[in-house]
T-cell receptor, first 115, second 115 residues
Framework: DTAVSQTPKYLVTQMGNDKSIKCEQNLGHDTMYWYKQDSKKFLKIMFSYNNKELIINETVPNRFSPKSPDKAHLNLHINSLELGDSAVYFC??????????????FGPGTRLLVL | GENVEQHPSTLSVQEGDSAVIKCTYSDSASNYFPWYKQELGKGPQLIID?????GEKKDQRIAVTLNKTAKHFSLHITETQPEDSAVYFC??????????????FGKGTMLLVSP
């Protein structure tokens, strides 16, 4: 029943490692997003995909590589993890704003801690 | 780009009181303003939104007002209850090319409702 799901919920890893976070939505939406929420709760867009195509990339280091195998999935791979990557990562999905129903639905988040 | 300022950063009220959270935005082209509620350990959830062609919208105990001239919008919660305790985010969006655009979030307000 979960509309937007993410795995894993928690991720603890060492600096320099490579890790992936997976996201799936069952809402039939065309657009998916990755957000980063820092320790001060600030939410910032990282990427947006529409129908497997990257449409927004907000000045994110190229160590972060999103991949969308189909429009229901948007995964985030992070290479060479750094301490500053520690944050909560949220996946979200929505219809196109032109549909008039552009509410973004967020997943439960993945809490990443880099040691 | 768009800049959204949100105040206050924390707000403590007694159960039954009203709570008001205010946001200002910088880009006069922004035309969609959602409010999200984030409970501890969960992803943000939309609670109400307003478009620029409307000055006020109400849904039971919550209401949002928009002043386009002054570029500010506010969330009003009446008869607050302990379960209203959460972090609230305002956001602003303007229509992008090809139907794609991003939300710019405020920094959040932690609302604490004491019984």
């Amino acid at each position: 029943d979960t509309a937007v799901s993410q795995t894993p919920k928690y991720l603890v890893t060492q600096m320099g490692n490579d890790k992936s976070i997976k996201c799936e939505q069952n809402l039939g939406h065309d657009t998916m997003y990755w957000y980063k929420q820092d320790s001060k709760k600030f939410l910032k867009i990282m990427f947006s995909y529409n129908n497997k195509e990257l449409i927004i990339n907000e000045t994110v280091p190229n160590r972060f590589s999103p991949k969308s195998p189909d429009k229901a999935h948007l995964n985030l791979h992070i290479n060479s993890l750094e301490l500053g990557d520690s944050a909560v990562y949220f996946c979200a999905s929505s219809r196109k704003w032109t549909s008039g129903r552009e509410t973004q639905y967020f997943g439960p988040g993945t809490r990443l801690l880099v040691l | 780009g768009e800049n959204v300022e949100q105040h206050p950063s924390t707000l403590s009220v007694q159960e039954g009181d009203s709570a008001v959270i205010k946001c200002t935005y910088s880009d006069s082209a922004s035309n969609y303003f959602p409010w999200y509620k984030q409970e501890l350990g969960k992803g943000p959830q939309l609670i109400i939104d307003i478009r620029s062609n409307v000055g006020e919208k109400k849904d039971q105990r919550i209401a949002v007002t928009l002043n386009k001239t002054a570029k500010h919008f506010s969330l009003h919660i009446t008869e607050t209850q302990p379960e209203d305790s959460a972090v609230y985010f305002c956001a602003a969006r303007k229509d992008g090319n090809s139907g794609y655009s991003t939300l710019t979030f405020g920094k959040g307000t932690m609302l604490l409702v004491s019984p």
